[in-house]
């Protein structure tokens, strides 16, 4: 439910408590993982499939499988995450790295090699190849940049422009629905 909405449904039945301010979570409260993902701008699924790929990352699992990540669990998939997307590693390079750390992953970790490097662009080439569809010529659509949170000044221009951007990419699926045999 969005914070609108979740407003809006408080209002409706205690117009009191929707005028209380919300209480900020501590900084070693533990985090679900839509929150973990919002703050990291990583995907949900991304995250999960860490799990099976980083022993290291355990999140507490309540009743119904809910996830709920520690400090240390998001500061390590911060490291993960920086180590595969912004210096090139790729998973096999930074499972060498917790195990030649015993688990941690230091600051101080130099650059990979050409030939990691080598191996991490194979990789994502790999998976574009997976995401193209058969049949299409057209290379497939780059994930989008992750959405900052904007100042509350800012928040209704900001929904505005993304449901301007979800129309256009509503129309660029009908017309690839069209284009399938």
Known sequence: MSDRAERDATTELS????????????PNAFRTISEVADELHIPQHVLRFWETKFTQVKPLKRGGGRRYYRPDDIQLLRRISDLL?????TIKGVQRLLREGGGKLSDNIPPPTAEERAEAEAEMAEVEQEMLIPGLDLPPTPPPAPVRPAPRQKADAEVERLRAVLRET???LEWLRTRLP
């Open 15 to 26: 117009p009191e408590l929707a005028e209380r301010p919300r209480l900020k979570k501590g």
């Open 85 to 89: 997307y912004n210096q090139g590693y």
């Open 170 to 172: 509503l129309q660029e």
